[in-house]
T-cell receptor
């Protein structure tokens, strides 16, 4: 089955700087890669996603890149703000069974 | 996004008892899943709830411990049976809407087992 590795587990960046979270996946059949943000005590919220036929996708301060050959994908947050502090999860899924498998998460701290 | 109603939102239960969690969606969905999130941990898939048939369980999860029903396209239940303190966790219903691959989560059920 699919296995998703995520790094780092914790990340602290100065407000205004950029944050990068990296993930790798094992199943070459995976073709859909969403990212979720979870604030304390709340449900995970989808923030951006990318399909395997696209190498990069951007939505305002958030971007995701995908290297299908290397089986890794990354989340980039620019001009970080205090409200970006949360736990971020990457995930992967394939058409074979539509199951979405999550990485272990990255706790992002934005320092004032 | 789909409106996903999950209840109860939290419960405190005694060891050896069972709890049934309900998940109701406002529109037809293709896939319904149940996840578990232990304190400070990631989201672990328990099973895929299949309409009108037995759920598909992930490794480490069995039907006797986590029976799941899905009688129609918009409703599912997860039962946590014969609970022990190790079952203390947040249980999350999640859905993929028809025609949309995106996965959305319910608000979760925080379960504490004494």
């Amino acid at each position: 089955g699919e296995n998703v590795e995520q790094h780092p587990s914790t990340l602290s960046v100065q407000e205004g700087d950029s944050a990068v979270i990296k993930c790798t996946y094992s199943d070459s059949a995976s073709n859909y890669f969403p990212w979720y943000k979870q604030e304390l005590g709340k449900r995970p919220q989808l923030i951006i996603d990318i399909r395997s036929n696209v190498g990069e996708k951007k939505d305002q301060r958030i971007a995701v890149t995908l290297n299908k050959t290397a089986k890794h994908f990354s989340l980039h947050i620019t001009e970080t703000q205090p409200e970006d502090s949360a736990v971020y999860f990457c995930a992967a899924s394939s058409n074979r069974d539509d199951k979405i498998i999550f990485g272990k998460g990255t706790r992002l701290h934005i320092l004032p | 996004s789909a409106v996903i109603s999950q209840k109860p939102s939290r419960d405190i239960c005694q060891r050896g008892t069972s709890l049934t969690i309900q998940c109701q969606v406002d529109s037809q969905v293709t896939m319904m899943f149940w996840y578990r999130q232990q304190p400070g941990q990631s989201l672990t898939l328990i099973a895929t709830a299949n309409q009108g048939s037995e759920a598909t369980y992930e490794s480490g999860f069995v039907i006797d411990k986590f029976p799941i029903s899905r009688p129609n396209l918009t409703f599912s239940t997860l039962t946590v049976s014969n609970m022990s303190p190790e079952d203390s966790s947040i249980y999350l219903c999640s859905v993929v809407r028809t025609g949309n691959e995106k996965l959305f989560f319910g608000s979760g059920t925080q379960l504490s087992v004494l």
